[in-house]
């Protein structure tokens, strides 16, 4: 047995939130160099350039990268043999969550209650998926999600008679739909199969691979591959300006469903598309 002070969570969050925000991930910053290099458009390519000079600039000084900070997103594994000593797991996160947003002078975006719309000033509740493991450390997956690109997914409940071809279609569609509105070029997070929350949620955690990173199964490999050339052919390119970078990256998550069951979620995520990783 292991004994984890949640000062120790509530440190790591508060320091996660301010790093993903203001510095951009190395996969992401790679493939967008080499976008650079193989976008056709004059102009696309330009904004290409413009999003890496913001990167650099927001690295340097420590500031955002974009001026919605999001709301919190946590994947958490927490060990068997882990005892936390003090505050709960909720509780050490969203300390280090307000702590993170206040002072790192990250924009609090989130509202307590979805009509009343009474915003809650220090970016808490964090929304926490939990999952129990053997060992004994705690890792923890911070991505903060805007809602530019947030308001862009969708889910759909296939038949199963629909199969690999009813998921190319919707998952095109969306993004065909969503259009500039996700600040491209994009991350697209797809999540295959369970129930439809369990897909929502494969969806969005999908988007916390690194996306040098293929689905361990050629089969879904071969289908991200696939994905990510359609997309690139619908011609949004980045920011809107047309061009062959839509998307850098199509991540997919899968898990067993119901022999009655298709469900196929999307979730997209921005040029920038935040995260950042602690184990304790």
């Not at 903060?144 to 008679?161: A, D, Q, T, Y």
């Not at 050629?218 to 991200?224: G, R, S």
């Not at 119901?258 to 920038?272: D, K, T």
């Amino acid at each position: 047995m292991r004994i984890i002070n949640s000062q120790d969570i509530v440190s790591a969050v508060r320091d996660m939130c301010i790093s993903a925000n203001c510095h951009l991930n190395g996969d992401i910053r790679r493939a967008l160099e080499n976008s650079v290099k193989t976008e056709k458009s004059d102009v696309s390519r330009g904004v290409l350039e413009n999003l890496l000079k913001n990167a650099d600039i927001a690295h340097n000084k420590e500031i955002p990268i974009c001026q919605d900070t999001g709301m919190a997103v946590f994947f958490i594994e927490i060990g068997n043999e882990v005892f936390i000593k003090g505050d709960t797991v909720n509780e050490a996160v969203n300390k280090g969550v307000a702590l993170g947003y206040t002072e790192g002078y990250l924009r609090k975006s989130v509202v307590r209650d979805p009509l009343d719309r009474v915003n809650t000033d220090d970016n808490t509740p964090a929304v926490i998926y939990f999952d129990f493991v053997r060992g004994d450390k705690i890792k923890i997956t911070f991505a903060p999600k805007g809602f530019g690109s947030e308001n862009k997914g969708g889910i759909r409940m296939l038949n199963p008679s629909d199969g690999i071809d009813g998921v190319i279609d919707f998952t095109v569609e969306t993004v065909r739909k969503a259009g500039a509105n996700p600040c491209p070029p994009m991350v697209v997070g797809i999540g295959i199969g369970g129930t439809m929350d369990k897909a929502a949620v494969l969806s969005k955690k999908a988007l916390t691979r690194d996306i040098e990173i293929r689905n361990e199964n050629p089969f879904y490999a071969d289908l991200e591959k696939k994905l990510l050339e359609k997309i690139n052919k619908l011609g949004i390119g980045p920011q809107g300006m047309g061009g062959t970078t839509t998307a850098l990256s199509v991540n997919i998550e899968t898990f067993p469903t119901h022999i009655a069951g298709l469900p196929v979620a999307v979730n997209i995520n921005c040029h920038a598309t935040r995260h950042a990783v602690k184990i304790i």
